[in-house]
T-cell receptor, first 113, second 112 residues
Framework: DTEVTQTPKHLVMGMTNKKSLKCEQHMGHRAMYWYKQKAKKPPELMFV???????INESVPSRFSPECPNSSLLNLHLHALQPEDSALYLC????????????FGPGTRLTVT | LAKTTQPISMDSYEGQEVNITCSHN???????ITWYQQFPSQGPRFIIQ???TKVTNEVASLFIPADRKSSTLSLPRVSLSDTAVYYCLVGAPRLDTGKLIFGQGTTLQVKP
């Protein structure tokens, strides 16, 4: 199984809502990532989890809160988002943090109203 | 992390070989060159990675000259389904701990 799954596929939320994005992989990978991608732009790294510990936070606002409950799961908790946070949120995993061969999920298309 | 420069867009026709060149003049000794492909509304997909000379897999070939200041991704006999954005990335996985930094990418349009 070389698949990274993400739920939901689409999410519309108001600026006062709290929601969560979920990512799952069963490849035994020990590094997991969150990226944000705006339309016609390249993906931007947000967070890196290495062996279930947060190893990189690319100065992401605190309204985005990552969580790694176990080696297969990665969540991104969203609270008090702004309309400019609307984007495609991509999850990825790799065997370890020292690999550039990352497997990406299909993403969650988030719209903040 | 070395900066990369790629053409913004390229056009090709079905059945042709496509070569996308990436410039990375300040590549470091520990850096590898990695290429990803992204279709609209999908996550990027790893295509190929190399350090020097030539690497080939079932999807593409990667040519890297001796000075490593550029690299060329070669896609043989493209089809309409190869229409996508192609990203060239340069970095040292073991030093940058998986920190992928995507450049602007090259949008390849394959025409019938």
């Amino acid at each position: 199984d070389t698949e990274v799954t993400q739920t939901p596929k689409h999410l519309v939320m108001g600026m006062t809502n709290k929601k969560s994005l979920k990512c799952e992989q069963h490849m035994g990978h020990r590094a997991m990532y969150w990226y944000k991608q705006k339309a016609k732009k390249p993906p931007e790294l947000m967070f890196v989890y290495s062996y279930e510990k947060l190893s990189i936070n690319e100065s992401v606002p605190s309204r985005f809160s990552p969580e790694c409950p176990n080696s297969s799961l990665l969540n991104l908790h969203l609270h008090a988002l702004q309309p400019e946070d609307s984007a495609l949120y991509l999850c990825a995993s790799s065997q370890g943090p020292d690999s550039y061969e990352q497997y990406f999920g299909p993403g969650t298309r988030l719209t903040v109203t | 992390l070395a900066k990369t420069t790629q053409p913004i867009s390229m056009d090709s026709y079905e059945g042709q070989e496509v070569n996308i060149t990436c410039s990375h003049n300040n590549i470091a000794t520990n850096d590898y060159i990695t290429w990803y492909q992204q279709f609209p509304s999908q996550g990027p997909r790893f295509i190929i990675q190399g350090y020097k000379t030539k690497v080939t897999n079932e999807v593409a070939s990667l040519f890297i000259p001796a000075d490593r200041k550029s690299s060329t991704l070669s896609l043989p006999r493209v089809s309409l389904s190869d229409t996508a954005v192609y990203y060239c990335l340069v970095g040292a996985p073991r030093l940058d701990t998986g920190k992928l930094i995507f450049g602007q990418g090259t949008t390849l349009q394959v025409k019938p």
